[in-house]
């Protein structure tokens, strides 16, 4: 299970405010908040254990959870992170 603590900007776009409880993955609780660059809306999540940042864009904030695991695998797959690792990962996140 993995948990979303988002700025009370992103809260406002979640249904779901699930933080009862910490992350049992390996990259730990996920940090939301949402920015504006250039008049478009952006999601910065930060994992709370390794650091990791990823950048997304803000619309349809409401499927964030749903969409978390697959943005948290592209990544990894992007900075070359053993396959096996990633699918760990994922499969913790679903």
Do not use: F
Not at 18 to 34: E, H, I, K, M, Q
Not at 54 to 74: F, G, H, K, M, Q
């Amino acid at each position: 299970m993995v948990s979303l603590r988002a700025t009370r900007k992103a809260l406002k776009g979640l249904q779901r405010h699930d933080t009862c409880c910490d992350s049992d993955t390996a990259l730990g609780d996920w940090y939301v908040n949402r920015l504006v660059v250039d008049r478009k809306p952006l999601l910065l999540l930060v994992s709370s254990r390794a650091l990791l940042a990823i950048v997304t864009w803000a619309r349809d904030l409401r499927t964030l959870p749903n969409r978390l695991s697959r943005l948290v695998e592209d990544r990894l797959r992007r900075l070359l992170v053993p396959e096996a690792i990633v699918r760990s990962e994922v499969a913790v996140m679903d």
